[in-house]
């Protein structure tokens, strides 16, 4: 299946995935990979037919089931004809109009609506806001960066977010570390108790407020 760029390539929750459930806002997910649906959907609200209201219905769900790994539909035969049909009759529906849609390519192979991946698993984050004294847990994706994880909490919790200096304590918990914005939560050493024997508390970001009113 064509995918975009690994380091252009977005990570999201499921949870995330199943709010995108509706005729203007449609996402699908197959093996993993997640599809934006909604330009076609858009595109074919003049043609509209009983396969587009089947593929509206399932809007935020998993359609694995219906597709091989390389996106291409799985068929069964007709016991009518004696001929292969889709499992999912929606996949032959296309937009129509050139701007949404790649020339002879199956909207299961088509790099336009694909806008990323399914995480490998969740990850759940404390953030500790030194000004105020408030922490927060906060679900993120495993491959997320550190950037991925201040644009999240800026979305969802603080508009202010570009105005603190985020960092991690290292040294046991001795020191005050520098954070590498391009890593993940790993690679910045902030581990979990996935491959540890006993369980561990989740990783903490601490936030310090740098009197700066950037809204960022």
Known sequence: METKTINKLRYYLRDEIVL???????????????????????????????????LVAHAGKDLSHFFHENGEPRTEISARTGRPRVLFPPILEVALSEFAKTKDTMWSQDAFYHIGRVTRRARLIRIINALTAQSLYMTVCDEDTIYDIQRKYKQRYNHHAGSYEWRKFSNGGTACGQLNLNGTL???????????????????????????????
């Open 20 to 54: 995108h459930n509706k005729k203007d806002d449609c996402w699908i997910t197959i093996h993993g990979n997640v599809f934006d649906l909604t330009p076609m959907i858009r595109d074919r609200l003049d043609h509209w037919n009983s396969n587009m209201d089947y």
């Open 186 to 216: 790993d690679e910045n050493g902030l581990t979990d108790e996935e491959h540890s024997a006993v369980e561990l508390p989740p990783p903490s970001l601490w936030l310090y407020y740098t009197d700066d009113l950037t809204i960022a």
